[in-house]
């Protein structure tokens, strides 16, 4: 189970990083909804400080912490295989 909770939170920093979401560029979380686990993952990351949550009035939005950029890309390149490799 914890190798699972760790590869969702791979997931949600690797489409973060496609989307080029660093520091006050930003994803609303709705868009998120499809990963399990959401919020335990999303909870773990911040307390890793690796996302930054954004609050708005009308919605709750994530990026990722650019403090932390060599370590977040690690950290999805040793959970997701596949993305090294290609």
């Not at 969702?8 to 496609?18: C, H």
């Not at 399990?36 to 708005?56: F, N, R, T, Y």
Request: aromatic share 12%; charged share 35%.
């Amino acid at each position: 189970m914890q190798s699972d909770i760790e590869t969702i939170k791979a997931q949600i920093m690797w489409k973060l990083v496609r989307k080029g979401n660093w520091g006050h560029c930003y994803d609303r979380l709705e868009h998120f909804k499809r990963f399990p686990m959401l919020d335990k993952a999303i909870k773990e990351l911040v307390k890793q400080e690796w996302i930054i949550i954004h609050k708005k009035s009308r919605f709750k939005a994530i990026s990722l912490n650019p403090k932390y950029k060599y370590e977040i890309i690690k950290f999805i390149e040793d959970k997701m295989k596949y993305i090294k490799e290609s």
